[in-house]
């Protein structure tokens, strides 16, 4: 009953742990049907492909980096990366190791196994990226440093190309021998799936699960009142906090400037304009709806809002605090980039809002 309970409790913790087991299970399939042979045989190019077990080889295949898409779904555009230099450095590790004494074949696979290398170089460099603009917008970089801290992460990429390297070799040498069994292939493929795994759950774990952001030290609301700057008041709008001052002359005059530009429609025409800001869809005419999610780490009940017509769920910009669409990298008024989590107005944590569940 214990055990049950730990097992329940880690994947409530940690809900990609299924799909990275059904990612292992399928991929570890998919290799023991590729060395396999039967069913009927089709010669492609002088490649013999045996029709019952090549199938199964693809479907597993296929299954697991469905898997994986589903478990790390903000990390799986970049791992596209990995997939297309996996590939890149098969051929060109084969086409080097297989047809050695053909210059060109040598020279092909050569330039296949350096873009192969260089897309392992710009994977990093996103996930760096993703790093840095996340410091950047802590409000303290020297803790943000730690906490989005990815350790050895930075080795796995360079285990990942060299083991990939060991598996393709072996790979060859089972091609010309026929009474090998590539035990080393299978062994390099089965490191090679738990190394993705490790490459593609630390950053999405690190840097888009979960971790809060950190509000400005107490100093600063300290200076702002030395200052006579007004204290900001929160104001919770759907599932978003933003910032709203406390009015000022420059705002009152700013509104005065938007009622003229109303010409006679006044105080009226304000209001309603506002109002056609706040009910519409921006861009569209068509009003959101309202549905309910609930937070992953403390239950809480929170409203969101869904846009029926372009069937995409609506934020607020933290630069120009107007509702724009969730999931889109740029703010549709102000360009400014967006955040990729949604913050719960009870604790504070931030998560994709795929991790939210209806309530």
Not at 71 to 96: E, S
Not at 113 to 142: C, Q, T, W
Not at 245 to 254: N, P
Not at 296 to 301: E, F, G, K, S
């Amino acid at each position: 009953m214990a055990d049950s309970l730990d097992i329940q409790s880690l994947i409530n913790k940690y809900p990609e742990v299924p799909y990275v087991f059904m990612a292992v299970v399928s991929y570890t399939l998919s290799l023991l049907f590729g060395i396999t042979e039967f069913g009927g045989t089709v010669e492609f190019y002088g490649i013999h492909f045996h029709l019952v077990s090549t199938t199964l080889w693809a479907v597993f295949g296929m299954l697991s980096l469905y898997c994986l898409y589903t478990a790390f779904f903000d990390m799986w555009i970049y791992a596209i990366h990995l997939i297309v230099a996996y590939f890149l450095a098969g051929a060109g590790f084969l086409a080097v190791y297989i047809f050695y004494d053909d210059i060109n074949l040598v020279i092909s696979g050569s330039i296949l196994i350096f873009f192969s290398f260089a897309f392992i170089i710009y994977f990093i460099y996103k996930v760096g990226s993703i790093r840095s603009y996340r410091i950047l917008r802590s409000g303290d970089p020297e803790a943000a440093k730690e906490s989005y801290s990815l350790g050895f992460w930075y080795i796995s990429p360079f285990l990942f190309f060299a083991i990939t390297a060991i598996s393709f070799l072996d790979l060859g040498y089972w091609y010309e021998h026929d009474n090998h069994f590539p035990f080393i292939h299978l062994l390099a493929e089965v490191s090679l799936i738990i190394i993705v795994t490790y490459m593609l759950w630390v950053p999405e774990n690190v840097l888009f699960y979960g971790v809060k952001e950190e509000s400005p030290p107490p100093i600063f609301e300290a200076t702002r009142e030395r200052m006579g700057e007004p204290r900001p008041s929160r104001l919770q709008i759907g599932t978003r906090v933003h910032k709203k001052t406390v009015g000022t002359i420059e705002d009152r005059r700013a509104e005065g400037k938007e009622r003229e530009s109303l010409g006679g429609a006044g105080l009226s025409g304000l209001m309603r304009k506002r109002k056609e800001q706040l009910e519409n869809c921006p861009g569209l005419d068509s009003p959101p709806v309202s549905k309910e999610k609930v937070c992953p780490n403390c239950h809480n009940l929170m409203t969101m809002y869904w846009c029926l017509e372009s069937e995409e769920y609506l934020i607020t910009c933290p630069s120009c605090e107007k509702r724009t669409y969730y999931g889109r990298k740029v703010c549709v008024h102000c360009r400014s980039r967006l955040p990729e989590s949604v913050t719960c107005n009870n604790c504070g944590r931030d998560y994709p809002l795929r991790k939210f569940k209806d309530g």
